[in-house]
Nanobody
Framework: QLQLVQSGGGLVQPGGSLRLSCVASGFTLDDYVVGWFRQGPGKEREGVSCISEARDAYYSASVRGRFTISRDKVQNTLYLQMNDLIPGDTADYFC?????????????????????WGQGAQVTVSS
């Protein structure tokens, strides 16, 4: 059974850092297109960052320079390191994975291309 299980998240003050983790089971995460998405209160789900089939990393303009996506082959885990957090980053965050035969290039920033999703993790940035 293919599954993504998230951990991390929580409450952090503005300017702080958090790291989200997403452990894959039932498949090799390094072979897949992967991404992070978020959905803030009253907002639609948006792409935060992804790694394409060519292993290029993409970021939304709002997080570029503050967030870093990475994955660990040994741990079969996807990460999102979030630094310099601002209240606008408050949202539920989701990891996702898709077989590489699907999305190409920046298409990995689109939520519609993904087959597998983590359960979500809440991130609240507030003083």
């Amino acid at each position: 059974q293919l599954q993504l299980v998230q951990s991390g998240g929580g409450l952090v003050q503005p300017g702080g850092s958090l790291r989200l983790s997403c452990v894959a089971s039932g498949f090799t995460l390094d072979d897949y297109v992967v991404g992070w998405f978020r959905q803030g209160p009253g907002k639609e789900r948006e792409g935060v960052s992804c790694i394409s089939e060519a292993r290029d990393a993409y970021y939304s303009a709002s997080v570029r320079g503050r967030f870093t996506i990475s994955r660990d082959k040994v741990q079969n885990t996807l990460y999102l390191q979030m630094n310099d957090l601002i209240p606008g980053d408050t949202a539920d965050y989701f990891c996702a994975a898709s077989p590489p035969a699907g999305p190409r290039g920046h298409e990995c920033m689109g939520s519609w291309v993904y087959d597998y999703w983590g359960q979500g993790a809440q991130v609240t940035v507030s003083s």
